[in-house]
Each structure stands twice: as structure tokens, then as C-alpha cells.
């Protein structure tokens, strides 16, 4: 028998109380992610930024821009779908997550995702796609290529925020963007 699913509201509230690791004493607020919650695209990221922990939502800086081009490179806008994170609270610096970060924060996005119920997780980075697919193989493999971790299918892409700094990260994001388009209308069009 599976378990009932929890209200989004429910789990964001849990997030607001979390205390379980450091990083809730550095945060302005918690991040706990934004969007349709009947969306048949959950976009996972690391970890909120400096804009995000000042907004309390994710993807609002620089990436989230780009993020937004991106999604209607794949015919989606923001409220077609769900973005969350990995962490729910901004690692100081913005460092990369820690294991034991990673450890207290995840049941949350596994609650999100089992309310949620998308169709497709795209993973944006490393951190992401790794947790995602309990893999150790890096997002420069992966990157576009679809994947099933249960019975969701996983899209891996480079972090919005990569092709900032690396131009020739652009094109592919642009390409694994098309390509989740096709994806998604592939499925429209078999139900």
C-alpha cells in the first residue's frame, strides 16, 4: 500500500520549520520551489543562490533568465512547470552541497516529487543528476540523454548557470532543450 501523498503546503511548511542541518541558520528564507503542482515537468537544481535566498524562490537570478529562454526553447513557460532544488537553503558562498546537507534535505524533494507526479525530471547539473539517478557518472556524460529512474523518465542538462560561464555550454543546453521539446510532444501525442 503506498503511502498518502503529502500537500504541498504541508511540505513546505516542514522546510520553513527544518532545522536539521546548519544551513537553516544562515538562510534569509528557505527555497522551496515554485510552479504548477500538476506539472508533467519537475526541474530539480542544486542548491538556492544569493537572489533566490533573498526571494525565497528558485532560479530568479542571471540563470533564471537564461532558464526562462531555455523553456521556451522546449515550448514550455515557467508555469508549465515545477522547479525545485535539491537543498532548500542556501550553502554559504555558494558552495557545493555536502553529503550530510544532502542527506537531511532530500526527503523533502522526494515528498515534492511524489505529490507533484511529474512525467519528466529534468536535472539541471551535477548534484542534481547524480541524486536523481543515485549515479556517480558526471552531467558532461549525460547531459541529454533520457533515462528512467522508476517511473519517472530523467532528462539530464548542464545548470543554466555553466553556459554563463562557459559560452560553449550554450548550444548544448539549447539543443537538450529542443530536444526535451520533442520529447514532451512525443508524448502528447501517444496518449
Known amino acids: 500500500m503506498s503511502k498518502p501523498h503529502i500537500p504541498l503546503d504541508e511540505i513546505r511548511a516542514q522546510v520553513e520549520a527544518c532545522h536539521a542541518c546548519p544551513l537553516a541558520d544562515g538562510r534569509t528564507q528557505t527555497v522551496f520551489g515554485v510552479g504548477n503542482p500538476a506539472a508533467r515537468v ?11 535566498d533573498l526571494q525565497g524562490e528558485p532560479f ?18 515557467r508555469e508549465d512547470v515545477f522547479i525545485a532544488n535539491v537543498l532548500k537553503c542556501r550553502p554559504p558562498g555558494n558552495r557545493d552541497p555536502r553529503p550530510e546537507e544532502i542527506e537531511v534535505c532530500t526527503p523533502f524533494l522526494r515528498e515534492q516529487t511524489r505529490t507533484i507526479d511529474p512525467e519528466f525530471i529534468v536535472t539541471l547539473g551535477n548534484f542534481a543528476t547524480k541524486f536523481i539517478l543515485k549515479t556517480e557518472i558526471g552531467i558532461t556524460r549525460l547531459h541529454g540523454t533520457l533515462h528512467q529512474a522508476g517511473k519517472f523518465k530523467v532528462f539530464p542538462i548542464f545548470h543554466p548557470a555553466a553556459a554563463l560561464y562557459d559560452g560553449k555550454k550554450r548550444e548544448a543546453l539549447e539543443n537538450d532543450f529542443a530536444t526535451l521539446g520533442e520529447l514532451l510532444g512525443k508524448e502528447n501525442n501517444e496518449e
Open 60 to 77: 530568479v537570478g542571471a540563470a533564471g533568465k537564461y532558464l526562462d529562454e531555455l523553456l521556451s526553447v522546449a515550448g514550455l513557460k
Open 42 to 52: 519537475l526541474i530539480v537544481g542544486e542548491a538556492p543562490g544569493k537572489n533566490e
